[in-house]
Each structure stands twice: as structure tokens, then as C-alpha cells.
């Protein structure tokens, strides 16, 4: 059974940082491109960034380009999104997500067969 599980959102200050965690079981991650999308109140879901197998990244979103990182621990079945300089736009549900192919899908979230449950990110003073 194909999971993933995020954790590390909090409550930040602006300028902060925090590390988000996608846990993956049920399959092994290191075959697959995972990707972050995230969701705002009242907001459509939108693509962050995305990670290939060669860790190679795709982002989605040019408003976190220079302040977001994607990583992956093949060992460790785990994907990070590393945010810094948050603002308070960053505010939202984070999700890893992933449609098990090699290739990052795009930014469409409808593309997506496996979510996790969200973490919630909220940055603000």
C-alpha cells in the first residue's frame, strides 16, 4: 500500500526557516520523481517543486526559487523541502505527492494518484 507521510510544518516567524519531511512506504521512492505541491485558504493547490531520480529539481513555483530546496535520502525512503526567507504568502498546507513515473508530471495536481495528509505551514510574527 503506497503511503507518504509529511511532517515539520509549525508556526515560523518571517525570514525563518523550517525542513519538511515526505516519508514514503509501500514503495521504494528512489525509483520515483515526488513533488511539493501546497495549498492556501481558499486557494487552488499549486506545485512547488519537484525532484527527478537523478535529484535533479523542476520547480513549479518561481515565488520560492532561491529560498526552497528539494532533496531526497533513498536510504531513508524520504524526501525534504527545505524553506527559507518564508514570508507570509508561504502560508498553506503543504503536500508531497507522487504519480509513480520516473518524470516529474507537471504542476496539475489532478495529475497526482498519491497524496499525503498535509503538514501546515503558517509564517507570520
Known amino acids: 500500500q503506497v503511503q507518504l507521510v509529511e511532517s515539520g510544518g509549525g508556526l515560523v516567524q518571517p525570514g525563518g526557516s523550517l525542513r519538511l519531511s515526505c516519508a514514503a512506504s509501500?514503495?521504494?521512492?528512489?525509483?520515483?520523481?515526488i513533488s511539493w505541491f501546497r495549498q492556501a485558504p481558499g486557494k487552488e493547490r499549486e506545485g512547488v517543486v519537484c525532484?527527478?531520480?537523478?535529484?535533479?529539481?523542476?520547480y513549479y513555483a518561481d515565488s520560492v526559487k532561491g529560498r526552497f530546496t528539494i532533496s531526497r535520502d533513498n536510504a531513508q525512503n524520504t524526501v525534504y523541502l527545505q524553506m527559507n526567507s518564508l514570508k507570509p504568502e508561504d502560508t498553506a498546507v503543504y503536500y508531497c505527492?507522487?504519480?509513480?513515473?520516473?518524470?516529474?508530471?507537471?504542476?496539475?495536481?489532478?495529475?497526482?494518484?498519491?497524496w499525503g495528509q498535509g503538514t501546515q505551514v503558517t509564517v507570520s510574527s
Open positions: 525532484i527527478r531520480l537523478n535529484g535533479g529539481s523542476t
Open positions: 509501500g514503495f521504494t521512492l528512489g525509483h520515483y520523481a
Open positions: 505527492a507522487t504519480s509513480l513515473t520516473t518524470y516529474c508530471s507537471g504542476s496539475e495536481w489532478l495529475r497526482y494518484d498519491y
